[in-house]
């Protein structure tokens, strides 16, 4: 899975930049590799799912939380297709409108998750449905219990 460096030193590595964006130096620093090892490495995180592009700054990564890849795992398994689905069934708001969005969401040690399935600019609903997803939301928080 991870070249260059143990599972052990990853893993060690993954809880010191937990919710935190890194780059290929603090890669590099932190595993004591080569700078293009470390880009590599980079690049494979974010191949593999496991880490995604900051959007703020592309030379920048940040870890995918491990719940949030669980969450992943079962949505392949059981088929869903998640993200745009091109339908506009209250018709296209502005250009950058792609349709309908398949969401998941999930709540897991003490965390809701929503997985959009892919990268999402904006959302857009009408009433009644803006009070549905913030039921999903309130319901999956409920069963957290805080």
């Known amino acids: 899975m991870i070249q260059f460096i143990t599972e052990e030193k990853f893993n060690a590595f993954r809880e010191e930049m937990?919710?935190?964006?890194?780059?290929?130096?603090?890669?590099?620093?932190?595993?004591?590799?080569?700078?293009?090892?470390?880009?590599?490495?980079?690049?494979?995180?974010?191949?593999?799912g496991i880490a995604i592009r900051n959007?703020?700054?592309?030379?920048?990564?940040?870890f995918v939380p491990k719940q949030l890849i669980e969450l992943r795992g079962k949505i392949?398994?059981?088929?869903?297709?998640?993200?745009?689905?091109?339908?506009?069934?209250?018709?296209?708001?502005?250009?950058?409108?792609?349709?309908?969005l398949q969401i998941a969401i999930a709540g897991k040690d003490g965390q809701v998750f929503i997985e959009f399935g892919s990268p999402v600019a904006w959302l857009a609903f009408p009433p009644e449905q803006a009070k549905?997803?913030?039921?999903?939301?309130?319901e999956h928080a409920n069963r957290m219990g805080n």
């Open 76 to 100: 392949a398994d059981s088929g869903t297709q998640l993200g745009a689905t091109n339908d506009f069934p209250d018709g296209k708001i502005n250009p950058d409108d792609e349709g309908g």
């Open 132 to 138: 549905e997803f913030a039921n999903k939301i309130i």
């Open 18 to 48: 937990a919710g935190a964006a890194f780059g290929i130096t603090r890669v590099q620093r932190s595993l004591k590799i080569g700078y293009l090892q470390a880009a590599r490495l980079i690049e494979q995180w974010v191949k593999e």
């Open 55 to 62: 959007p703020a700054v592309e030379y920048m990564a940040v």
